[in-house]
Every structure is written in C-alpha cells, then in structure tokens.
C-alpha cells in the first residue's frame, strides 16, 4: 500500500549559487560522500530529500543528514535512511521506499514512493 508520494524539482545553476553563497549549507544537507558529487547529482540529491520530506508528510525536525541517497553497483539509487527520518517512516509503517532522480538541461529532479 502507498503511504506517500513526493516529487520535487531544482534548477542546478540556482542550487549551485545558494552553495556559493552558503557553503556551509553542504555540510548541513549533504553528507560527506554526497558532498563529494558533482553540482549536478548534488541538486538532484537535494531534490530526492525534499521528495522524501513530502513523502513523509514533511514533518517538522527531519534531519537533512538522516537521508543519504547511496547508489548501487548498476547506478541505482535508493536511501540509506537513519535517525530522525527512519523513526519517522517506522511511524508511518513504511517498508519500502522507491527513489527516481534525473538531471538534464539544467534542471534536476526526483520522484519518492513510499509503502507500507
């Protein structure tokens, strides 16, 4: 059964002119091997939380840290969710969760579907 559905879209050169603004924003919505990907997967990173977020029903005190997008060896992502994001999808009695991202022509974007 779904329990959510998010989609959320980021215009990459936008992203990346708040990141040189706000550096420190990296290290607050990215973790370490996150922070290491091109601007281009970083946006569409940013844009797979957001999804999750409103998956999730966007409640308050979601950390940006508790939801790493990880991809496998074929290229496939999924989350790696932990902490304040896991205690709120166990809430929810989601088991799965399913992540779509894209970037092209400068726009990244991504799709989350969570069930029970």
């Given at each position: ?46 844009a797979a939380k957001e999804a999750l977020a409103k998956a999730l029903g966007a409640p308050d005190g979601l950390s940006w840290l508790d939801a790493e997008v990880v991809t496998d ?44």
């Amino acid at each position: 059964m779904i329990v959510g559905v998010g989609i959320d879209v980021c215009d990459v050169d936008r992203f990346a002119s708040s990141i040189e603004r706000r550096p420190g924003l990296v290290r607050r919505i990215f973790t370490p091997a996150e922070a290491e990907r091109p601007m281009a997967s970083k946006a569409a990173r940013f844009a797979a939380k957001e999804a999750l977020a409103k998956a999730l029903g966007a409640p308050d005190g979601l950390s940006w840290l508790d939801a790493e997008v990880v991809t496998d060896d074929d290229g496939r992502p999924s989350f790696k969710i932990t902490g304040t994001v896991a205690a709120r999808a166990a809430e929810l009695g989601i088991g799965t969760i399913h992540l779509s991202m894209s970037h092209d022509a400068g726009i990244a974007s991504a799709v989350v579907i969570c069930e029970a």
